[in-house]
């Protein structure tokens, strides 16, 4: 028996949508009885479902993993299983609109008592209690609500503007309590069979998420075939409570975090602190995903996968949580101790030996004690020699230390250096002053060569030439 699921899962939501608006919106004040609205607790279809659901249970075959080979289509317990989820949202839409009959007619008795009690079921409960006793002293409620709503259901009571019903109204009152009730039994029903039977059909997403929100996830998609084709930012929205609020958990629109579904809600995203919620249930809706992939396969039946994915999920998540590494505490240095040697280059150790201090500057930085010393003006600042002052004859240097000689950059030495020996002097000039003409122009190399006769006249003048015959 195959079923078209998608069709299902859109019809579904569209009638769990329209029946939501419609308990919302319309007056019930003027309908006498709750089946006239709710059909669903006389309907064939429920009484169908919850009978092969009761054989199953009572049947109590234990599935082994041979039985879930073959297409998931194929298991004869999985139409069931769909049907039991869909089932569930509307046995929760049939419950928003009992809950609203409720109100509506119980308002003339308790107006106040909606307010104080939003759980559409606790509110069924109450209800049933109180009918028309008017002093809630002689009731026992604590057994039904938490003793602190108890005390202020009980003062409201006494200041409240109601009239007693009816006999009439009453008894559609109670026979609508008796229909909540009995409608949310028969979803607990259901949810134990989907829960007894998650494990088989869907074991790796069970055990990510477990059998509850599971089976939850899994009916509001319409059934693990239609649950692979829905992507992680669909699956982690699924489940949201709208303006009606949520039957089940009694959560409302305005107490709701944004986009909190089933897996928000689930026991693994709710055991992690509130600032890394969101972030783990982004990263274990994408882990469903895959996990309802492999389970419409048929893959790893003994949710091995899923196991694995939920351990991996939950050690980045405790990462997360972890505090940052405290600073370590910093020894103090050893006392007295001496500078340490700090590496340099050659360029800044020669820049140190140039500026070194001399002997001749540690001269003039130390004076006598009880003696005036020497002053010398250097331009407009006067300093003192220290030492250096008060010797006679000249001052006795230490040896120049050649590291603390200012080069001069090999660029520049062609330029500092002299010419070479061959060459004319740059100096040299064809101007020359006498005492008869004043300023003449010469020859620079004939005057040297008349000075170089000269020169040679004096050294061999003592000689004469032999005369030619």
Same mark, same amino acid.
């Given at each position: 028996?195959?079923?078209?699921?998608? =069709?299902?899962?859109s019809?579904?939501?569209n009638s769990d949508?329209d029946?939501e608006?419609?308990g919302?919106?319309?007056?019930?004040t003027?309908?006498?009885?709750?089946?006239a609205i709710?059909? %669903?607790l006389r309907?064939?279809r429920?009484?169908?479902v919850?009978?092969?659901v009761?054989? $199953?249970m009572?049947e109590?075959?234990v599935?082994?993993?041979?039985?879930?080979?073959g297409p998931? +289509?194929?298991d #004869?317990e999985?139409a069931?299983l769909?049907?039991?989820?869909n089932l569930? $949202?509307?046995?929760d839409?049939d419950?928003?609109l009992?809950?609203k009959f409720i109100?509506?007619?119980?308002?003339?008795? $308790?107006?106040?008592?909606?307010? %104080?009690v939003?759980n559409?079921?606790?509110?069924?409960?109450?209800?049933?209690?109180i009918?028309?006793?008017?002093?809630?002293?002689?009731?026992?409620?604590?057994?039904?609500l #938490?003793p602190?709503?108890?005390?202020?259901?009980?003062?409201?009571?006494?200041t409240? =503007?109601?009239?007693? &019903?009816s006999?009439k109204s009453?008894?559609?009152?109670?026979e609508?309590?008796e229909a909540?009730l009995s409608l949310?039994q028969t979803?607990?029903? &259901?949810?134990?069979?989907?829960?007894s039977?998650?494990t088989f &059909?869907a074991?790796?997403?069970t055990?990510? &998420?477990g059998s509850t929100?599971a089976?939850?996830?899994?009916?509001?998609?319409? @059934?693990l075939?239609?649950l =692979?084709?829905?992507p992680?930012c669909?699956l982690l929205?699924?489940?949201?409570?709208?303006?009606? /609020?949520?039957t *089940?958990?009694?959560?409302f629109?305005?107490g709701q975090h944004k986009?909190a579904g $089933?897996?928000y809600y689930s026991e693994m995203v709710?055991n992690?602190?509130?600032?890394y919620?969101?972030?783990a249930?982004? !990263?274990?809706?994408?882990k469903c995903?895959l996990?309802?992939?492999?389970?419409?396969?048929? +893959?790893?039946?003994d949710g091995n996968?899923?196991?694995i994915?939920?351990d991996?999920i939950?050690?980045?998540l405790?990462?997360?949580?972890?505090p940052?590494? @405290?600073?370590?505490?910093k020894?103090?240095p050893i006392?007295?101790d @001496?500078p340490?040697k700090?590496r340099? /280059?050659?360029?800044?150790?020669?820049?140190?030996?140039k !500026?070194a201090?001399? +002997?001749?500057?540690k001269?003039?930085?130390r004076?006598?004690?009880?003696?005036?010393e020497?002053?010398?003006?250097?331009g407009d600042?006067v300093?003192?020699?220290?030492?250096?002052g *008060?010797?006679t004859?000249k001052?006795?240097?230490?040896?120049?230390?050649p590291?603390?000689k200012? *080069?001069?950059?090999k660029?520049h030495?062609?330029?500092?250096?002299?010419?070479s /020996?061959t060459?004319t =002097?740059?100096?040299s000039?064809s %101007?020359?002053?006498? #005492?008869?003409q004043?300023?003449?122009?010469?020859n620079?190399?004939?005057?040297a060569q008349r000075k170089a006769a000269a020169t040679?006249d004096k050294?061999? *003048?003592g000689?004469k030439?032999?005369?030619s015959k």
């Amino acid at each position: 028996m195959k079923m078209d699921e998608g =069709s299902d899962d859109s019809d579904s939501d569209n009638s769990d949508s329209d029946n939501e608006d419609k308990g919302m919106d319309l007056d019930l004040t003027a309908v006498t009885s709750v089946h006239a609205i709710a059909k %669903l607790l006389r309907s064939q279809r429920l009484a169908d479902v919850t009978a092969k659901v009761n054989g $199953f249970m009572q049947e109590a075959r234990v599935r082994v993993p041979a039985d879930n080979t073959g297409p998931v +289509e194929d298991d #004869p317990e999985y139409a069931l299983l769909v049907n039991a989820n869909n089932l569930m $949202f509307d046995v929760d839409s049939d419950i928003l609109l009992v809950h609203k009959f409720i109100k509506d007619k119980y308002a003339a008795r $308790f107006p106040e008592l909606e307010t %104080l009690v939003p759980n559409a079921l606790d509110y069924a409960r109450a209800v049933k209690a109180i009918g028309n006793e008017m002093d809630l002293m002689k009731l026992d409620l604590k057994s039904l609500l #938490p003793p602190g709503l108890v005390m202020i259901i009980t003062v409201a009571a006494t200041t409240t =503007s109601g009239k007693p &019903l009816s006999d009439k109204s009453l008894d559609a009152v109670l026979e609508a309590c008796e229909a909540a009730l009995s409608l949310e039994q028969t979803k607990i029903t &259901l949810l134990n069979y989907v829960e007894s039977r998650m494990t088989f &059909l869907a074991p790796n997403l069970t055990a990510i &998420l477990g059998s509850t929100t599971a089976a939850k996830i899994m009916g509001a998609a319409g @059934g693990l075939t239609a649950l =692979s084709k829905i992507p992680a930012c669909n699956l982690l929205v699924m489940g949201k409570v709208g303006k009606g /609020g949520d039957t *089940g958990t009694g959560l409302f629109a305005k107490g709701q975090h944004k986009h909190a579904g $089933f897996i928000y809600y689930s026991e693994m995203v709710q055991n992690v602190s509130k600032e890394y919620r969101n972030k783990a249930a982004r !990263m274990i809706s994408a882990k469903c995903c895959l996990a309802a992939r492999i389970d419409r396969a048929r +893959e790893t039946l003994d949710g091995n996968a899923g196991r694995i994915w939920r351990d991996e999920i939950a050690k980045k998540l405790e990462k997360a949580q972890e505090p940052p590494p @405290g600073r370590g505490i910093k020894a103090l240095p050893i006392p007295n101790d @001496g500078p340490k040697k700090r590496r340099g /280059g050659k360029r800044l150790r020669r820049q140190k030996e140039k !500026m070194a201090v001399t +002997e001749a500057w540690k001269a003039q930085n130390r004076m006598k004690f009880g003696e005036a010393e020497e002053e010398v003006i250097v331009g407009d600042t006067v300093r003192g020699l220290g030492l250096l002052g *008060g010797q006679t004859g000249k001052v006795r240097m230490a040896a120049p230390n050649p590291k603390q000689k200012l *080069g001069v950059a090999k660029k520049h030495h062609r330029m500092l250096s002299g010419s070479s /020996g061959t060459a004319t =002097s740059g100096l040299s000039s064809s %101007l020359a002053f006498t #005492p008869v003409q004043g300023i003449e122009l010469e020859n620079p190399e004939a005057a040297a060569q008349r000075k170089a006769a000269a020169t040679d006249d004096k050294y061999f *003048g003592g000689f004469k030439r032999p005369v030619s015959k």
